[in-house]
């Protein structure tokens, strides 16, 4: 069974950790009324997994570019093979494009971003408050479509660990 190297394991987990903290997190903050510092440091921290996420997703397209995953099993259907491609296509468009939606809609807002209360990441633009309005439903709609396509992909592994077994979830395990 061919295996994902070591770091392409560390930054899977790591950024599936972080996505998942990340949107638990922003649906909790959206729910606290008020602005209280409860709130404040909740979109901090969201903000700051996002930055990171962006980071690491960086980091991880360029190791994948240089580090060829393992090829599917020759069992796997044909169509199965095209949706895992265009599956693992869009969680990587989306790895970049939810928290780039998150910044510039902070941006439009005119919040800074001070990641991890150490350093101000540049505004992109000024503060718009029309884009923000448009930006707001847009960064939402790519976490609904990144939280449904990570079900999709955990409900796929465990399929190919139960149903298949097929080694296809082994090989992603540290």
Same mark, same amino acid.
């Given at each position: 069974? /061919?295996?994902? @190297?070591?770091?392409a394991m560390v930054l899977h987990w790591l950024i599936a950790l972080l996505i &998942?903290?990340?949107? !638990? *997190? +922003?649906?909790?903050? =959206?729910?606290?009324? +008020?602005? @209280?510092? !409860?709130?404040?440091?909740?979109?901090?921290? #969201?903000?700051?997994?996002?930055? @990171?996420?962006?980071?690491?997703?960086? =980091?991880?397209?360029?190791?994948?570019?240089?580090?060829?995953?393992?090829?599917?099993?020759?069992? *796997?259907? /044909?169509?199965? =093979?095209?949706?895992? %491609?265009? !599956? #693992?296509?869009? $969680?990587?468009? $989306?790895?970049?494009?939810?928290?780039?939606?998150?910044?510039?809609? !902070? @941006?439009?807002? +005119? &919040?800074? =971003?001070?990641? $991890?209360?150490?350093? /101000?990441?540049?505004?992109?633009?000024?503060?718009?408050?029309? $884009?923000?309005? &448009?930006?707001k439903p847009v960064h939402y709609w790519l976490n609904m479509a990144m939280a449904?396509?990570?079900?999709? #992909?955990?409900?796929?592994?465990?399929?190919? /660990?139960?149903?298949?077994?097929? %080694? &296809?979830l082994k090989r992603m395990l540290p």
């Open positions: 069974m /061919q295996r994902y @190297t070591k770091p &998942v903290a990340a949107f !638990t *997190m +922003g649906l909790v903050m =959206v729910d606290i009324p +008020g602005f @209280t510092p !409860t709130k404040l440091k909740y979109f901090s921290w #969201h903000k700051w997994m996002g930055v @990171t996420v962006l980071l690491l997703a960086a =980091v991880r397209l360029l190791w994948r570019h240089g580090n060829r995953p393992p090829p599917h099993p020759a069992s *796997m259907a /044909q169509w199965q =093979v095209k949706a895992a %491609d265009v !599956t #693992h296509v869009l $969680l990587y468009v $989306l790895m970049f494009a939810v928290p780039l939606s998150g910044y510039l809609y !902070t @941006t439009a807002a +005119g &919040v800074p =971003v001070v990641y $991890l209360g150490l350093f /101000q990441i540049p505004a992109a633009f000024a503060a718009d408050p029309a $884009l923000k309005a &448009v930006l449904a396509l990570v079900v999709l #992909h955990v409900a796929a592994a465990l399929k190919h /660990q139960f149903v298949d077994r097929d %080694d &296809v």
